[in-house]
């Protein structure tokens, strides 16, 4: 899924091998799960394909980097309406015009007539992962899948109210490209607004899949960075977790763009239950709140108090 205005447009993909459909049901055995999760991490990227982008009646093209993927920043000949829109991509044979694959793909235009913005994490933010117990994470990845998995309660109904008024949400998280369908199902499932993965880059082996959403999470910064310079006229929620480095991603982001950021809200996971009185301090002094929470209710209920929703 792109995203941008009708100035700029981002288009992303990847092109892989030996990558079969998945196809989950909620009755899937364990079995099923494990084999379909490892063909995820073990599916090859093509390097230097040219892709063929077909968006209202004009043609575009982008190449494949060293990991599989292309990425274009269009300049759209038309204007769209706020919302979803549909892009084709299709990989040829060489010198010809035979097309050996095809898929639509998507892209959200963001209207002026949006009230703000949402950056949210996925894993043990809206998605339970034990992202910092490793057995309890791997035993969650190898052996449910996006039907049978779980999100934290309450937050499809939080993030629908934030969705109002057509504001735009935007999934920035430490997983890699590998489970991007997987994540469209579980959203899909779970009725967790749409809104556009801003993930982690593709990664290939058993090794990667036992330490998914690991390493360094640099790639957050700069992608809420694009965010923020893309839509200059929006301002943004924050969501996260404490069992990592949201709080101090946000916090940079707070320092960079002082006056864009409405307001900071950190799931409580683990034993991380305070934040360090630095964050504190910075917080307070830019009068943004900042809240580390025990539970999504209490999140709808600032976020009341704050004018952002209307209604539980």
Same mark, same amino acid.
């Given at each position: 899924m792109?995203?941008?205005t009708?100035e700029?447009?981002y288009?992303? *993909? /990847? ?11 909620a +009755?899937?055995k ?5 084999? $379909? ?17 077909h968006?209202? *009646? ?5 190449v494949? @980097?060293?990991?599989?993927? #292309? ?7 038309? %204007?769209y ?6 892009v ?9 015009d035979? !097309? !050996? ?8 235009? $963001? *209207? ?5 913005? +949402?950056?949210?994490d !996925?894993?043990?933010t809206?998605? $339970?992962?034990h992202? +910092?117990?490793? #057995? ?13 998995r779980?999100? #934290?309660?309450?937050v ?28 469209? @199902?579980? #959203?899909?499932v779970?009725?967790?607004p749409? *809104? ?6 593709y ?28 839509f ?6 924050? !969501? /996260? %977790? ?5 709080t101090?991603? =946000?916090?940079?982001?707070?320092v960079?763009?002082? @006056?864009?950021?409405l307001?900071? =809200?950190?799931?409580?996971? /683990?034993?991380? @239950?305070?934040?360090d009185q630095e ?8 009068k ?19 004018? $952002?929703? +209307?209604? =539980?």
């Amino acid at each position: 899924m792109g995203y941008g205005t009708n100035e700029f447009l981002y288009l992303k *993909g /990847g092109v892989v091998e030996n990558r079969p459909e998945f196809y989950s049901e909620a +009755t899937d055995k364990r079995r099923k799960n494990f084999r $379909v999760m490892l063909s995820r991490y073990l599916s090859s990227p093509l390097p230097d394909m040219k892709v063929w982008i077909h968006l209202n *009646g004009e043609v575009y093209h982008s190449v494949t @980097d060293e990991y599989g993927y #292309f990425s274009s920043w269009i300049d759209p000949i038309k %204007d769209y309406e706020p919302g979803w829109h549909s892009v084709n991509f299709q990989i040829r044979k060489p010198d010809s015009d035979e !097309i !050996i694959c095809e898929t639509e793909g998507e892209f959200l235009i $963001v *209207g002026e007539q949006a009230e703000f913005g +949402t950056i949210s994490d !996925i894993d043990d933010t809206i998605l $339970v992962s034990h992202a +910092t117990q490793l #057995f309890k994470k791997l035993r969650l990845i190898l052996t449910k899948n996006a039907k049978t998995r779980l999100p #934290f309660e309450g937050v499809a109904n939080f993030y629908q109210q934030l969705k109002a008024n057509g504001n735009p949400f935007f999934y920035v998280s430490s997983s890699e490209w590998n489970l991007y369908e997987f994540l469209q @199902d579980f #959203f899909n499932v779970r009725k967790i607004p749409k *809104g556009p993965f801003l993930l982690q880059e593709y990664k290939s082996g058993f090794r990667d899949l036992i330490f998914s959403g690991g390493g360094s999470h640099q790639h957050k910064q700069d992608k809420i960075k694009r965010l923020m310079k893309l839509f200059p006229h929006l301002k943004f929620i924050l !969501i /996260g %977790d404490s069992g990592q480095r949201d709080t101090e991603i =946000y916090r940079e982001a707070l320092v960079n763009y002082p @006056d864009r950021i409405l307001a900071v =809200y950190i799931r409580k996971i /683990g034993k991380k @239950d305070k934040f360090d009185q630095e964050t504190i301090q910075e917080f307070k002094k830019r009068k943004v709140p900042l809240l580390l929470l025990e539970n999504t209710q209490d999140a709808i209920e600032h976020a009341r108090k704050l004018g $952002v929703i +209307t209604y =539980y």
